[in-house]
């Protein structure tokens, strides 16, 4: 019953990722509209705003991918895997997870890290005026998104191992659904 | 035997180097000079050199090329250092200043007044090197859609103008904007903007500016823009002295070639552009308008210089030189323009 | 080499079912790193960083979440049953009305991914619930959400522009009579298989209670508010308020307005919907983040040299080299990204078309409608991947790949058409 209920709580972390990702959009949408309307309607420029604009953006969608990966939003080709029973595809994606996910996420993770902390080291912010200090913060985000999936996929895995050990009786998970 | 033939070998070894640019491919003049430089250092050093380029197209990072370069991802890189100026605010001074110099007259602070040694003491501690990397001269004010006739004009005109520049500008109450490449052309012709600043003649045209703004006002904000050669300094001490000699001087080759082909360029692009819309109204911003520019951009100086030592140094040396060889030229070039008729 | 069985590679392991996304990250990986060592990952980060400050993607999000509200609110698929009612007897109602709106929202973006998902959202449910034919509904989707490609502002054409050397007010203006036969073709296919299989495309039946007025005004009323709110977005470019970027925005907050003055907001309904909208935005960028992986170990395993290799001499005088050249970039189109194509390849072809007489313009036109093909081109067509990513369970990725065949061909046979007729399109 421990790695059922691990899967649970990475999947209601993966949902957290989910709901702060949302939180930012809406951000991002009321953001966007604002510098539209001061600008016209005022003449007035925020260079600051504007970067948050793609600060919020792309901190949305990268915490959204891991989010996305638990609640199975992501694209298959589903020619094949649609007409297989759930224990094998149950294999599929326990094996895809280990050979293909788990590295690449951990990989770009792992360079993301060096790439962040340069900016850090560097104090870099924005080269124009009225723009947004910090440039690490949102850098980091590449490396702490892509070690979330991996987490996320972790969950992938235990669901898998879950379905193949009998501890999930039906069909509750529909990787393609949302 | 062997120790005979070591030697021989040694002098013979092939080195590969890589360099990242951060133009996109066939980016016009901007593209010419790192190619003329891999293919000079090849051809000096006998084949020994060996210089691969990228363009931004494969490595997907046009402003990565400092920490690409610094990471020793690659080797050499081609750029301009005020991109880095969020990263290394001294760097901004090393491209071309608001009210600064021309391309001939920089040229002689670089490599006579003492503005190489100011470069090497910036880009040092960060593991590089940075030469000159050919010059594209003066570049236009930027395209507007509605006249300035005073200061009051640039109140809250919107204009797409980054940077140094734009600080300038914001002084004076304008509202410097950040709009996609991608979206300039739209924002322009449907007046979400007032006006923009691009490249020059011949980049400008590609954009087709022309044909969406009346006006086309000469510069003041970038007198002569200079591009960089970035070396890894620790790639660099891996290459036998001659190799070492051969790049730098392939370098400062294809860095005048460049200045010299922007400029005949520039040229032929103007010629074309007056012949082909001879609408296109070319306008000097007022006296007073340049010399309230010109205030703001001093007290932004004094800013810059009251923060940090090391930018005041520079700043200092730049003004320094600027007017002393600003005599001269207006002895030489300038007296002999203006005694002659405009043809 | 390694490019080419690479491609393969990918290729197989996507039929196996794991998410698109993660299949060309997990291929790049293996290739990428057996070639040139894990380092070549150390790019990976400035990649990621480019598409994190692509403002011009932020269009995505909002259109979706634009897409998400008016669906929520129903107020999509009132606007798509009283067009098709209004079409009365005329059979494939819906499909033109998604055609329609699709060139709409065309115009106010450039980016693919945004109009596919939006489309998706909105049509593919009401088409569905009135018995559609899946392919039928699938093809119609992603052909006109991907006319945002060819019918200005577009992000193809500006990057053509720039290789080419051609203003890009000259391509936006001779991209729209190419932009609307398309347009033209597309609903011209459709009003002729509706007509040949009525039961791919019923006509959506009127409700018998309602008198001829009643009717209309209702009729008016769920047409009215979303055709405004879109033309609200369209106008807000044409008046100078907003790039087009940024009038996605305003169209995610107008729907909100919508939903307000419809009493079907709620704090609730705007959470649920930035959720959906975070997972299908999610969904795209993945496969953005992947295919970046993807096309990086490519080109870095010297994939790009390959393909400068095969097209550097194409044989045949002005007629041979377009068709080839056309050939070339349609069967590159099928696994390569748009972008690789207009910087690496067009500029190998440019100068011989140059040579060739042939005029800049046509060229570029043929090309940007060569490679709006290619969103729709299986297997890696991107606009197939968008639509399979917010389609119900009952559609397979077959259904998409089938559906949009008929529409692939249309494409082809208006490429064919601006090859022969240049003139009439005004670009000689
Ligand atoms: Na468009
Ligand atoms: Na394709």
């Known amino acids: 019953m421990f790695l059922l209920r691990l899967e649970q709580t990475i999947d209601r972390f993966s949902d957290l990722l989910g709901k702060i990702a949302a939180i930012l959009f809406v951000l991002m949408l009321f953001n966007v509209f604002y510098d539209v309307v001061s600008r016209y309607l005022f003449n007035a420029v925020s260079i600051g705003m504007q970067e948050m604009e793609w600060h919020l953006f792309a901190a949305m969608f990268m915490l959204g991918i891991p989010f996305t990966l638990r609640a199975g939003g992501h694209v298959r080709v589903d020619v094949i895997y649609e007409g297989l029973a759930l224990r094998k595809k149950a294999w599929i994606d326990l094996v895809c997870t280990l050979v293909l996910l788990i590295p690449f996420c951990l990989l770009v993770a792992w360079y993301g890290v060096d790439f962040a902390r340069e900016s850090f080291q560097l104090g870099e912010g924005s080269g124009d005026p009225g723009g947004l200090p910090y440039r690490w913060i949102i850098k980091s985000i590449i490396p702490f998104a892509m070690f979330f999936n991996f987490i996320s996929g972790i969950g992938l895995m235990l669901r898998s191992i879950n379905i193949l050990a009998g501890r999930h009786q039906d069909d509750d998970y529909t990787p393609i659904q949302h | ?343 | 080499m390694i490019g080419i069985i690479m491609f393969f590679a990918a290729l197989l392991m996507l039929l196996v079912g794991f998410p698109v996304a993660y299949t060309f990250g997990g291929v790049a990986l293996i290739f990428g790193v057996l070639a040139e060592g894990p380092d070549i990952f150390a790019f990976m980060p400035f990649r990621i960083q480019s598409i994190m400050e692509n403002v011009t993607l932020m269009a995505v999000p909002l259109f979706i979440f634009m897409g998400i509200v008016l669906q929520r609110t129903r107020l999509a698929e009132q606007l798509l049953e009283s067009m098709g009612q209004l079409f009365g007897g005329v059979r494939g109602g819906l499909a033109i009305s998604t055609v329609l709106v699709g060139a709409l929202l065309a115009a106010s973006t450039g980016v693919v991914g945004a109009s596919v998902v939006a489309m998706g959202l909105i049509s593919l449910p009401v088409m569905m619930k009135y018995n559609y034919d899946k392919r039928l509904a699938c093809g119609t989707i992603c052909a006109s959400g991907t006319l945002g490609q060819i019918i200005p502002p577009s992000i193809i054409l500006i990057i053509l522009g720039d290789v080419l050397g051609i203003p890009v007010g000259d391509l936006f203006q001779a991209a729209v009579l190419p932009g609307a036969v398309l347009v033209g073709a597309y609903l011209i296919y459709i009003l002729v298989i509706a007509w040949a299989k009525p039961e791919m495309a019923p006509t959506i039946p009127r409700d018998d209670s309602l008198n001829r007025k009643q009717f209309y005004l209702k009729a008016v009323s769920s047409i009215v508010p979303p055709l405004a709110l879109v033309l609200v977005v369209l106008g807000s470019i044409f008046a100078g308020i907003a790039t087009p970027t940024e009038s996605a925005a305003l169209g995610g907050v107008g729907a909100l307005i919508l939903a307000i003055l419809y009493r079907q907001f709620s704090v609730k309904m705007v959470m649920e919907a930035s959720i959906e909208t975070v997972k299908v935005t999610a969904m795209v960028f993945a496969i953005l983040l992947g295919a970046t992986a993807f096309s990086m170990a490519f080109s870095y395993t010297g994939g790009d040299y390959i393909v400068e290799e095969v097209l550097s001499d194409l044989p045949g005088g002005a007629t041979g080299f377009l068709i080839l050249s056309m050939i070339a970039i349609l069967i590159l189109g099928f696994f390569i990204d748009f972008v690789e194509i207009a910087f690496i390849i067009v500029p190998i072809l440019a100068p011989v078309a140059d040579l060739l007489g042939i005029a800049p313009l046509w060229f570029a036109i043929l090309i940007a409608m060569n490679l709006q093909t290619s969103f729709l081109t299986p297997p890696f067509g991107f606009s197939l991947f968008y639509l399979k990513g917010v389609a119900p369970r009952e559609v397979t990725t077959m259904d998409i790949y089938k559906g949009v065949m008929p529409f692939i061909l249309i494409q082809i046979l208006i490429v064919i058409s601006i090859m022969v007729l240049p003139s009439w399109y005004g670009l000689v």
Request: proline letters at 5%; glycine letters at 8%.
């Open chain 2, 1 to 343: 035997v062997a120790a005979v033939i070591a030697p021989a070998q040694a002098a013979e070894k092939t080195y590969r180097l890589k360099l990242a640019e951060t133009w996109p491919t066939n980016f016009g003049v901007f593209s010419h000079p790192a190619r003329e430089m891999a293919q000079l250092a090849e051809q000096m050093s006998n084949g020994r050199l060996k210089i691969e380029i990228d363009t931004a197209n494969k490595h997907k990072s046009a402003f990565g090329v400092f920490d690409m370069v610094r990471a020793g991802q690659y080797d050499l890189g081609h750029s301009a250092s005020y991109y880095w100026k969020g990263k290394v605010p001294n760097t901004l001074f090393f491209t071309t200043m608001p009210f600064g110099m021309t391309a001939t007259e920089q040229y002689g602070w670089f490599y006579y007044g003492g503005g190489m040694e100011l470069m090497q003491k910036v880009y040092e501690p960060f593991g590089l090197m940075s030469v000159p990397g050919g010059n594209t001269g003066m570049q236009m004010g930027g395209w507007f859609r509605k006249e300035i006739n005073s200061v009051e004009d640039l109140n809250g005109l919107k204009m797409r103008i980054p940077g140094f520049a734009g600080e300038v500008l914001a002084k004076l109450g304008a509202s410097p904007t950040n709009i996609a490449p991608g979206e300039l052309y739209t924002s322009l012709e449907r007046g979400t903007i007032d006006a923009l600043e691009w490249v020059g003649p011949s980049m400008d045209l590609r954009m087709g500016f022309h044909k969406i703004a009346p006006y086309y006002y000469t510069g003041w904000h970038e007198p002569g823009t200079e591009l960089q050669f970035l070396i890894n300094k620790k790639k660099f001490e891996t290459l036998p002295e001659d190799l070492q000699k051969i790049l730098l001087t392939a370098m400062k080759v294809s860095a005048y070639n460049m200045t010299i082909e922007s400029h005949h360029a520039s040229a032929e692009n103007w010629f074309n552009m007056k012949t082909e819309f001879p609408d296109v109204q070319v306008k000097n911003f007022p006296p007073e308008v340049i010399a309230a520019l010109k205030k703001a951009n001093d007290e932004l100086l004094v800013d810059a210089a009251a923060a940090d030592p090391l930018a005041k140094e520079i700043i200092d040396s730049q003004a320094g030189y600027q007017k002393l060889i600003r005599v001269w030229t207006n002895i030489g070039e300038r007296a002999y323009l203006n005694s002659m008729a405009e043809e």
